[in-house]
């Protein structure tokens, strides 16, 4: 079992920062992709930023200059740096990784329980 917790969250002005962080624990043979995902109420959970194991990386097309997604593959954690906020990003962001058991495995998707990003106008 894989257990995902993220930090990080909170109330920013808009144009202020914030830095989520996820930490990825249990038995896996490795994490192939991480991600953050985010859900404003009414909507539906939409993908903000993914990075690979290898580092490759994808932000949305309204988040880029941004935010930037980021890992530490060595602690088996992501992040997400958030700059320029605006009302609009106001989500529970919820981080997400696809996890393989064995070479074979590919992979199993878990989530976080989620924090909750406020920006204020």
């Known amino acids: 079992q894989v257990q995902l917790v993220e930090s990080g969250g909170g109330l920013v002005q808009a144009g202020g920062s914030l830095r989520l962080s996820c930490a990825a624990s249990?038995?896996?043979?490795?994490?192939?992709?991480m991600g953050w995902y985010r859900q404003a109420p009414g909507m539906q959970r939409e993908l903000v930023a993914s990075?690979?194991?290898?580092?490759?990386?994808y932000h949305t097309n309204s988040v880029k200059g941004r935010f930037t997604i980021s890992r530490d593959n060595a602690k088996n954690t992501v992040f997400l740096q958030m700059n320029s906020l605006k009302p609009e990003d106001t989500a529970v962001y919820y981080c997400?990784?696809?996890?393989?058991?064995?070479?074979?495995?590919?992979?199993?998707?878990?989530w976080g329980k989620g924090t909750l990003v406020t920006v204020s106008s």
């Open positions: 990075i690979t194991i290898g580092g490759d990386t």
């Open positions: 997400h990784a696809e996890v393989s058991q064995n070479y074979y495995d590919p992979g199993t998707h878990y």
């Open positions: 249990g038995s896996f043979y490795s994490i192939n992709a």
